[in-house]
């Protein structure tokens, strides 16, 4: 199954030129990208990947489509749809969301058109990153930790979890993430319960063993890959040790 | 019997009181031995100064609640307070006891010293009790308002004063049941209309507050104002250099002039790109935020950020017109969140980018507020910035990041994410709009 590749521009002319960059860079390098797609019409676009839920995407939007269907909205409606689809949007600086690209879409990266020397090599870094990522997906399946958020779900890849803490308050967790933590309403326990790669190791901790970077058995202290360090009680020393061996 | 249990109970009565009054479930084994301390000799000092004793047992119970809050004044509070429901409830169950003894048997003396503390310890402990609680219901910390009003210490100091030299004077003059029923109706009309004057004294501070936030937001419109009308010459100004240059290219081209063409394009239309990226208006996509109290708050921030030179980026693509919590407290968390995010952009040296960029949207059932500011800190210390007081800018400041925590330890529906990447410190807000705490 190849990578699926579309752009939508209103704009015929840069139309175009992309299509063009994409067509020869995909040749050239001989990728497993199929390219299916160069419009001005966004539902165009929506309308393939409805009929074809399953195939991963790369996407290169134009924020203004002249439609009254703009190039955010079209990125929101395809990241329903394709989960795991690589959005790249193409907009001049004054129409520069980043914020909201990074946090609401998820967007891969953007292109900023209004330097044009730029853009065709740009066009070929998203290409390349997209299409790596879209090999890694593909060769391995990633587990999800599922974090509930009042009704929503959020997904979290396993693997990259540090630990669970409790937080001051009662009934509240956080989760630490290489980088970033996360408060969130839930208990220790439960994710004990519904994750056993996890292992409790005080009554505070729940740590995922795969980021243990030492243990400090005399301090009892244990720290993860992000240098963090967990507390570790006398009960759970034997087992931290003999799982992290 | 009666000497050695009363001075006891008494003690163990007042601490609990005070432990329901300061919120606070765990104690410190020093705490704990200055308790069993005062319990252990409170019999002796009570024979030797017989009623002045609470001189000792007070203070001594204040030492011990320091131990476990910082909060001097707010500690003398809730002991005041604390030792004002026993000395009413004790009040109170000698009443009790002196009318049921009047239509029942006779009781014997121990018997009628157990019914009495019984009595005094579940009515103190359920005043204490019901005050927390309604202070909680009317959205007040017991704790935190006493660390705040000085005023309303210094009234439940004055009437446990009050109080026990009352009680001190019955014991001296004689202690006749008419007696306690006057000073007790005494007491507690003297307590209610000390809440009374405090429900008015808080209710006051509101209003007050509330004028200031009023002023606040017209004077963020006010600068708002001044902010769109410079923008409005800028645009006036462009729409003429427009003009003029329009009309110069219509001159090259019937001239057929095509090297002047290209040479005024390079020379005079390409560096005028950047100039209209530059004096692009930051903030006027802050108009899609419909909730007025949320606006000003961006608003005010900031152009504050702008005036110290901060680059600033808004984000609000789409109209915002609710959000599912207290707009009240989503200021309060916004601007301990602002204000740290320009505090720490303002320590950065001269070398970082210093930048703050804000977005608003709207995602699925939520609403994600995005703060994102450049900063120096490492990794390792974003575990750090939740602890109380704790601070990369030094001693005794931070203390934002931890009212931040406690406002939202109360709201089930809001979750803060907090990530350090490539020294950029972003704290993202993630309210779900389908579920109001």
């Not at chain 1, 540090?162 to 996360?182: G, K, Y």
């Not at chain 2, 006891?8 to 200055?34: D, G, M, R, S």
């Not at chain 2, 990041?401 to 709201?411: P, Q, R, V």
Request: aromatic residues 10%; neutral net charge; charged residues 20%.
């Amino acid at each position: 199954m190849a990578l699926l590749t579309f752009v939508c521009e209103d704009n015929e002319k840069q139309l175009a030129v992309f299509a063009q960059i994409i067509k020869q860079y995909i040749m050239i390098k001989n990728l497993d990208l199929n390219f299916v797609l160069a419009t001005v019409d966004p539902l165009a676009v929506l309308a393939y990947v409805q009929e074809h839920p399953q195939e991963p995407g790369l996407y290169f939007i134009d924020i203004d489509l002249n439609h009254e269907m703009n190039g955010l909205n079209l990125a929101a409606k395809l990241r329903k749809i394709d989960h795991a689809g690589k959005i790249v949007f193409v907009t001049t600086h004054s129409e520069m969301l980043y914020l909201t690209f990074t946090y609401k879409i998820e967007a891969l990266d953007y292109i900023i058109k209004d330097n044009s020397t730029m853009v065709a090599q740009k066009i070929r870094d998203c290409i390349d990153v997209a299409y790596e990522r879209y090999l890694n997906e593909r060769t391995q399946s990633t587990q999800f930790l599922q974090i509930k958020l009042g009704d929503q779900i959020r997904l979290i890849d396993q693997t990259l979890v540090m630990f669970f803490e409790t937080a001051f308050t009662a009934h509240r967790v956080i989760l630490h993430l290489a980088n970033s933590e996360l408060e969130f309403y839930g208990s220790i326990k439960e994710i004990e319960r519904a994750h056993s790669n996890f292992y409790r190791c005080h009554k505070s901790y729940l740590i995922n063993p795969d980021q243990v970077k030492q243990i400090d058995s005399a301090k009892r202290l244990v720290e993860m890959s992000n240098h963090e360090l967990c507390l570790v009680s006398v009960r759970a020393l034997p087992g931290l040790l003999k799982l992290t061996k | 019997m009666d000497a050695i249990s009363k001075p006891l109970l008494h003690v163990i009565f007042l601490y609990l009181n005070c432990k329901i009054l300061q919120e606070e479930k765990k104690a410190t084994k020093k705490e704990l031995a200055i308790i069993v301390g005062l319990v252990l000799f409170s019999p002796i000092i009570y024979h030797f100064l017989r009623l002045s004793y609470s001189l000792i047992i007070l203070p001594g119970i204040y030492l011990s609640l320091l131990t476990t809050s910082d909060e001097a004044l707010a500690t003398l509070g809730i002991v005041s307070y604390g030792s004002i429901f026993l000395l009413i409830s004790n009040n109170l169950a000698t009443i009790i006891l002196n009318l049921l003894t009047s239509n029942m048997a006779r009781l014997s003396v121990s018997q009628k010293s157990i019914f009495f503390w019984a009595f005094s310890f579940s009515l103190s402990v359920s005043f204490c009790w019901c005050l927390v609680k309604i202070a909680k219901k009317v959205k007040l910390n017991f704790n935190l308002d006493l660390k705040r009003n000085l005023f309303v210490t210094l009234m439940g100091f004055v009437t446990m004063v009050i109080g026990y030299t009352n009680a001190y004077l019955r014991l001296v003059l004689g202690n006749s049941p008419n007696l306690i029923q006057l000073n007790t109706l005494f007491l507690i009309s003297y307590f209610l209309i000390s809440i009374l004057v405090f429900i008015l004294y808080v209710l006051s501070i509101r209003n007050k507050e509330e004028i200031k936030r009023k002023e606040f937001e017209a004077e963020a419109l006010q600068q708002y104002t001044e902010e769109v009308e410079l923008h409005y010459n800028e645009v006036r100004k462009f729409k003429h250099d427009y003009q003029n240059i329009l009309s110069s290219l219509d001159q090259y081209i019937l001239d057929n002039d095509y090297e002047g063409l290209k040479a005024f394009y390079l020379n005079k239309l390409k560096p005028s790109f950047d100039e209209i990226s530059k004096s692009e208006f930051k903030l006027g996509s802050l108009s899609n935020i419909k909730i007025p109290e949320i606006k000003s708050i961006f608003l005010v921030k900031l152009l504050l950020a702008q005036s110290l030179g901060i680059k600033v980026q808004v984000e609000v693509g789409e109209p915002i017109k609710h959000i599912a919590m207290d707009s009240l407290i989503l200021v309060r968390i916004l601007g301990i969140i602002l204000d740290n995010a320009i505090e720490e952009i303002q320590v950065l040296t001269s070398e970082f980018n210093k930048s703050l960029s804000i977005a608003l949207f709207e995602s699925k059932d939520d609403i994600q507020i995005i703060v994102k500011n450049t900063c120096h800190y490492e990794l390792s210390s974003i575990h750090q910035l939740k602890r109380e007081g704790f601070s990369t800018k030094g001693n005794g400041r931070g203390y934002g990041l931890s009212i931040l925590s406690e406002l939202l330890n109360n709201l089930h529906n809001v979750i803060l994410e907090t990530k350090i990447e490539n020294s950029d410190f972003t704290q993202r807000l993630i309210i779900n709009q389908k579920k109001e705490a």
